[in-house]
């Protein structure tokens, strides 16, 4: 048996293959049930004692020859179709039409959240409320001139005898008493209350329906100090942990003391400049986020609360405003016109 | 409301070393807020929002107060200049005057007859004062009113004394119907609630605290002046001005309770400038009404208070300062309790301690408050509420994923819609003073906006998929029941809709089943479905009827779906009802039938039938025949062929 003359034969044989399937029905005539190798095998037993010893071990390293230049054939093979392979990945597959939420929806899951983790629970109370619930029990009766801050839209319900007209709420505020009076006059309390308002301005910077949240605080030894260590925190991880933040004296009907919070501009950071020219956004560095104040002796009063026992803090912010703030969406008319084109942005 | 005073001005009431942009940013911080600092014809103007409190701060002279108390805080030289008024003594009893007030409708009236020079333009300052804060020069007179509102803060009038030829002032209740015209022309029938100054013959010469009538205000010919200077009582003021839409700034300040004891200020400052501007000379007695004094009050609170409130100790010679360089007398017992006199121009706003907490805590500076974290607490939240947001976000999370947009509409709509709803029958809450009839019917479904957002979006978009949450408000006795509803809205097919619908059932874990028709009169009646879980009904889904669509301008085939969210998430699970899966074989057999009944209703005979039955699904349709692949298995052996024939016998019998 000539070993080097089936090694070429072999060598001979593979080099005319051009494919992995070419080579795999190879490999089944040499290493199959039937394959040669075998075939030599049978052989043996007509050889002598003595050249069945030697015949043995040639066809032994014979296979392991055939394997290694068989696996080394596949894997030139296997390179060279892989070499062949060529996509432009950049060109874009075929695809579903993406769907998107609405800009309120993700601040407002980005609010509730960021309160959440300080123990604030998320309430919804009525759009449609009494005028006892957004005035009254707010420290503003019918005839105090701090109504006109929030043009009120009236519906035609009948009248409570009690508790006044029927109206769609200016403000979340109206949230105050009422969780006062879910929680059975009993503090603490930790709202975070989101909805709808209404109020009749319709212009380029208002739309008659918007969005507030509104933050209720009440508990024994609730201070300012605690109502900017809220505001601190909300804005650093709404805004970003560099921004801060400042009170302005302001007046509420239903807060005493009152204030106006600004932050620092999201455009600028607080430095009124932009490559050196004025700031467009916020021309002095600041921009104004609401209005906020510790909750007023006669709303606790007014929700059952002793105010020489607890005291609190309340604040009221527009969503859309935040958003025209963080994300500079700014024509607020586009949020409710249903427009596809504004709401496949996001 | 705004006020626009200039820093010449200021400084005519105040020394001070601070710089405009200084007082601007010292006072924004501790007080009034100055929005702008303004050049106009070569002086600086600030323009001031005043907060309704603080009517006191309306003025040249209020600011000035404000900035006195406040720049020395920042290191800042403020010293309120305050000015000795008195007017020369009247001796005799002059020309005839009577002004009288017998219901009692003014806090203050006061009355002086001034002979004047005549009737020129004001000197360059006044004028350019007046022009420089948006207020018009009219002639020397009239100005002297306007200057002397803005530097005091309290609304001053004059009337030529002449051409009131009773020379007798009444104030009293209108009579209902009365007729006045203003100086500007315009007419208004009034009624009782409104107070008017009648000359004693029944002629209306005044609207007090408001505006002027044209038959009494000065003219080019006035040679006598009736300086006439009232505390009007301020919710009778808000009331007229706001009926019938007399916005002044008079009023604007007169509705906000200014001093009574200003009016004596502005009355001597008035006389002061008429003697200035027009040689004046005074020719009666000074009538002054004022049968109830405004008095200062005293209210009693402690340092510990304050400081509890504010979360930081001020220390107690610091809230003495603060509150005595704001006009407030403060008396201390034991180093902590403080007895604190109100100044009058100070007590319609400082009424209790939580008031002094915040005139003490500005002028501190919110600034200086460190910011501390409440302590958290645990607060129960309805699980209701829990579960309306929770699947809120999970929901719209996965219409998003599914290709759909969410849209949120007004809450209301037009009748115009509703009509082409056919709805306009229905009884809805309406909006009574609403600025647009787009949006004045509280809506009662959310189909009729998604269609009409289908019609908008016609030209930019191919197909049209959306979806929203919102509430609808449903009338009752009371308040409205406000329901949140979820509904679809998809130009694309009647399957993509109901493949949305299932797979949203599928997420949220609802084993459910559609059944045909529902009571959805939006919907075409042969494509109408509903989906429920035993006597459940989530909702409704199908095609609008084509003549609905139509009258919204909508041509192509219009589906939706309008679902209670309310049920949905009381049904909604995080995790399926868990059952083990089958370790032996499933065996699947097809059968071809005459569909005698809707799929859901086969599917539920099939299921009701055989216990080995695990899942169907149609196949094809041909004519009258359906044709089902059906699934068997046991959970606790291989079954024989001979049981799965059994199996689909008994199915094929009672689905035929």
């Known amino acids: ?253 239903f807060t005493e003391p009152s204030f106006e919070v600004d932050i620092t501009c999201t455009m600028c950071k607080g430095t009124a400049l932009v490559d050196g020219k004025k700031c467009k956004i916020c021309k002095s560095g600041w921009l104004e986020l609401g209005g906020t104040g510790m909750v007023h002796p006669n709303v606790l009063k007014a929700g059952g609360i002793d105010p020489l026992i607890y005291s609190g803090w309340a604040f009221g912010f527009g969503i859309e405003r935040v958003n025209m703030m963080k994300y500079g969406i700014d024509d607020i008319r586009n949020y409710y016109s249903g427009d596809i084109r504004f709401l496949k942005i996001f | 409301m705004n006020i626009k005073i200039t820093h010449s001005w200021l400084l005519d009431y105040l020394d001070t070393d601070a710089t405009p942009i200084e007082i601007q940013k010292y006072l924004s911080l501790c007080g009034p807020s100055i929005e702008r600092i303004e050049e106009v014809n070569g002086e600086t103007v600030y323009d001031i929002e005043i907060t309704s409190n603080r009517i006191d701060t309306a003025s040249v002279m209020g600011i000035a107060r404000e900035a006195a108390a406040i720049l020395p805080m920042f290191g800042k030289k403020a010293i309120l200049k305050k000015k000795e008024l008195k007017i020369p003594y009247f001796e005799g009893t002059g020309v005839p005057i009577t002004i009288t007030d017998p219901e009692g409708v003014c806090r203050r009236v006061l009355g002086i007859v001034v002979e004047v020079r005549g009737v020129s333009s004001s000197p360059a300052y006044i004028s350019n004062r007046l022009s420089a804060t948006d207020m018009r020069s009219l002639n020397n007179i009239v100005d002297v009113t306007n200057y002397v509102m803005t530097e005091i803060g309290h609304p001053t009038h004059v009337f030529d004394y002449d051409r009131i030829s009773t020379h007798n002032l009444i104030l009293r209740h209108a009579k209902n119907g009365e007729e006045i015209v203003t100086f500007d022309d315009k007419k208004y029938l009034l009624d009782d609630k409104d107070i008017v100054i009648d000359d004693g013959t029944g002629t209306i010469i005044d609207l007090p605290g408001i505006m002027g009538t044209a038959n009494s205000v000065v003219t080019q010919d006035t040679k006598r002046i009736l300086f006439f200077i009232e505390s009007n009582d301020p919710v009778s003021i808000r009331r007229t001005s706001m009926h019938y839409g007399i916005r002044t700034m008079a009023s604007t300040i007169n509705e906000k309770n200014p001093d009574p004891n200003l009016a004596l200020t502005a009355l001597y400052r008035g006389i002061e400038l008429f003697t200035e501007v027009a040689d004046a000379k005074i020719v009666s007695p000074l009538i002054d009404i004022y049968p109830k004094k405004q008095v200062e009050i005293t209210i009693s609170t402690s340092k510990r208070f304050i400081d509890a409130k504010v979360g930081v100790e001020i220390p107690l010679d610091k809230i003495v300062s603060i509150l005595t360089n704001l006009d407030f007398k403060v008396e201390v017992k034991n180093n902590d309790l403080l007895s604190i006199t109100v100044p009058t121009h100070r007590v319609s706003d400082v009424t209790i301690p939580e008031d002094i907490v915040e005139e003490v805590a500005r002028v501190f500076g919110y600034f200086a408050i460190p910011p501390v974290l409440q302590p958290p607490v645990y607060v129960t939240q309805p699980k209701e509420t829990e579960l309306l947001f929770l699947y809120q976000y999970v929901i719209k999370l996965f219409l998003k994923h599914k290709g759909y947009s969410e849209v949120m509409n007004y809450s209301a709509v037009s009748k115009e819609l509703l009509s082409q709803f056919d709805s306009e029958k229905t009884e809805h809450l309406f909006i009574t003073n609403s600025i647009s009839e787009d949006i004045k019917y509280l809506r009662q479904s959310l189909i009729p906006s998604l269609v009409k957002n289908v019609k908008q979006n016609e030209g930019f978009a191919k197909e049209i998929k959306l979806f929203e949450v919102a509430k609808t408000y449903i009338p009752t006795n009371s308040l409205p029941k ?132 695990i899942s169907m699904s149609p196949i094809s349709t041909y004519k009258d025949t359906i044709t089902l692949r059906l699934e068997f298995t046991d959970h606790n052996r291989n079954m024989q062929e001979s049981e799965v024939k059994s199996e689909v016998k008994k199915i094929q019998a009672i689905l035929s």
């Open chain 1, 1 to 253: 048996m000539d070993i080097s003359e089936l090694k070429k034969a072999l060598l001979n044989e593979l080099s005319k293959l051009t494919t992995v399937n070419a080579v795999s029905d190879f490999e089944i005539t040499y290493l199959g049930r039937n394959g040669k190798i075998n075939e030599l095998l049978k052989g043996i037993k007509l050889l002598t004692l003595e050249q069945k010893k030697t015949a043995g071990k040639d066809i032994n390293s014979f296979k392991v020859f055939v394997t290694d230049e068989i696996t080394k054939m596949k894997n030139a093979l296997y390179l060279k179709e892989e070499q062949n392979i060529s996509v432009d990945i950049t060109l874009p597959p075929a695809m579903q039409e993406p769907g998107s939420l609405h800009p309120i929806t993700i601040a407002v899951d980005e609010i509730a959240r960021i309160f959440n983790k300080i123990g604030f629970i998320r309430m919804s109370y009525p759009e449609v409320d009494w005028e006892y619930y957004a005035f009254e029990v707010l420290n503003m009766p019918i005839t105090h001139a701090a109504r006109d801050d929030f043009e009120t839209t009236f519906l035609n319900g009948k009248p409570d005898r009690k508790k006044g007209k029927m109206m769609l709420t200016p403000h979340t505020s109206n949230g105050q008493v009422r969780e006062m009076e879910r929680l059975k006059s009993t503090p603490p309390i930790r709202m975070i209350n989101i909805g709808k308002c209404y109020r009749p301005n319709w212009d380029a910077t208002h739309t008659p329906m918007f969005h507030q949240f509104e933050g209720l605080c009440v508990d024994k030894n609730i201070t300012i100090a605690n109502l900017k260590g809220t505001l601190d925190y909300f804005v650093q991880s709404y805004f970003g942990e560099s921004t801060q933040t400042r009170l302005r004296p302001h007046h509420f009907q």
């Open chain 2, 482 to 613: 406000e329901e949140f509803k979820l509904s679809i809205v998809t130009t694309v097919s009647l399957d993509d809709l109901k493949s949305i619908l299932i797979s949203l059932m599928k997420e949220l874990n609802i084993s459910f089943s559609i059944e045909g028709g529902g009571s959805n009169s939006y919907l075409l009646q042969s494509v109408a479905g509903t989906i429920s879980t035993g006597t459940t009904k989530y909702g409704t889904f199908g095609q609008v009827k084509p003549i609905l669509s139509r009258n919204v301008g909508v041509e192509k085939a219009v589906y939706v779906a309008e679902l209670s969210f309310k049920e949905l998430m009381n049904a909604a699970r995080v995790m399926p009802g868990y059952k083990s899966f089958s370790q032996y074989a499933h065996i699947t057999h097809d059968i071809t039938i005459k569909k005698i009944a809707s799929y859901s209703e086969l599917k539920k005979k099939a299921f009701d039938i055989s216990n080995k039955l």
